[in-house]
């Protein structure tokens, strides 16, 4: 009567949403403050005061007809003139409008990305720990997602494992830096290899293998972290950016495609994007918020609450005696859980009202997902019972 | 190397665009008052200066993660209350927050509605003259539109060729009243026709077959006309809605979708819809403008322009000897051509420099669509231009 693969994926809760409910009525019981939910990547930073001025002097100085209106399906040519300008001033690129395609966020932008390159057979690779809803948007435009299995020392690349994985079939590799759920900022080092090996197997198989880098995350970074930007180290690159983390303006849906002029057929590739986005009635993001987007092109993330949420939480559980990857980047930790299976772990901590997310749910079994996210009264609350955690698994 | 459906679907410009292209060039040459554009759906009304105040009211009384944050995937809770019980209010329903799912304008809505219901095999039907995406839309979640030819006394239906249409595949039905092209409204007869015959072969084929009401231009109507609220003539009804028209908010993509509990099997129906707008990466429309509607709920539109020029043109292409099915709703006309090749006509019309678009695009050839949300002086200026197209057809 329906479609039951819709169904199920519209019902089928995901651990972190069943996580977060349980938080929910937990803290009906015990009091909001005795909760520590590391559950959701929500951004807990307010949009900065100039998201709220830019409205307000559009709104003042603009006709509400060019305000509210539709823009041509890819964007406002001006607002994408502008945000080609932005990117070109910070990494060196020479985009201009006609390499971006504005979307309701990264999440539209990368279901578009696959559409647009999937045909029958397809075959896309992600690097564990990865950012879950990747397989069912791939699965859903009718393509195959292959994980190489996580590098857990660094969470760089399992390069002799990714190499295996690739076929005639590849059409692209997705990856998120910084990386949800690790925090980690892939190496330039890192990235050279990864662009090396994709020129070699787009020689060999005779077609491109594109990369999808997803990086909704660019802005948030700690310690002058570089992040590469990719189409600077591989010509076949598409990149999908939100602004949902940089500006904290998650609800509002606002980001965008570049398809660099380097790609492989340019005009198809682009096409195929303007396609995409049409049977997934993609077309013109939020008017307005292209225009705020445009107006605030280049201004500064206020990223110093996660770099001292980072710090905090950090050091809590190196203390505490966990292993922990350092990230440089996003709001997350990824350590290791104390027994191997993460399930139990998690299950364990939430007798302490302490709720993280499995990693298997990433990808990658023995580690949590801790979002930080949050207060960081909260963290600071919480780290004595991270100790007591422990504590009791090595009192075992 | 990419979907090549996907770069025909993104490359492949439509008569309407074409015809807009062709205005905007035109006008460098003869200058912006000597076009006489009817080619674009774009409301030329400006939103309400209460949606300005609602937008900066919001902003200012609200903390900007409440105001920017993710929602759930159906949308604001409260929102969903807030709008269930503005339609309860006109139209003696007895929706909750449960029954609505907030989505990207009525675009996404339909699209998700197909995506949630289609299954292999599956046949959706609509009614010439009908708004050309659809055919699109059903095409891309694998299923066939079948398209019942236009009754062209009144654009009311034609239920004997509808009903030979019907088979067990058939999934659901699409309307859109009041129409785009026709600007007519569907009458209650035949609404409870359609209801009748609906009921009458879901029993037939022991499943229920859908009615999917697309309805921007419910507010948008004249004379007093009434447009029955679906829902309350049958049981197995969807409604998308979109506050494009209604508000002049078209680039802020803001709808939603109604499944009443009336429908069979409510859950899964419901299910369906968050998986097909979790699939679609539809989850989540605009956050403030989710309170932005909620907030003006129950205002009045602005009609009074459109009703102005309906009256203009509609008196004017009659006294220059058209033929019309006089409109009571949404802001277009569609007179029959003054001779049977549609095309031929417009391009002879081009040739004066009026721009109209072939019934044919809209499945009813010997036609042409005017979009009169235009500036009034352009109306009053073509009108004489009319009468000299009219005369050289007399004169053949």
Redesign the interface.
Known sequence: ???????????KKSTIRTIFEYGRKRALEVGEENIYDYSLG???V??PDF??QA??DI?NEM???D?????VAPGNPKVREILAKDINNRFGTHFTGKNLFIT??A??A??IAF?????PNDEFITFAPYFPEYK??VE?VGATLKVVPAKIDDFQIQFDEFEKMITPNTKAIIINSPNNPSGVVYSEATIKQLAQILTDKSNEYG??IFLISDEPYREIVYDGAFVPYIPNYYANSIVCYSYSKSF??????IGYIVVPDEV??F???????????????????????QLVVARCAGKPSNIAPYEENRNLLYNGLIEAGFKCVKPEGAFYLFPQSLEPDDYAFCKKAQEYDLLLVPGTDFGCPGHFRASYCIKRETIEKSLPIFKKLAQEYKNK
Do not use: Q
């Not at 559409?115 to 045909?119: D, I, P, T, Y």
């Open positions: 009567m329906i479609s039951e693969k819709m169904y199920e994926l519209g019902t929500n951004p807990n307010p949009a998201i709220k409205i307000i709104l006709d509400p007809c305000v509210h209106g539709y823009t309701s966020g999440a539209g990368i279901t559409k647009a390159l999937s045909e069912c948007f859903s077609h491109p904290s303006l998650p609800g509002e849906r492989a057929d005009d198809k590739v682009y096409g195929a994007v303007a396609g995409a986005a049409r049977v997934l009635t993609h077309v013109n993001a939020s008017s307005l918020f």
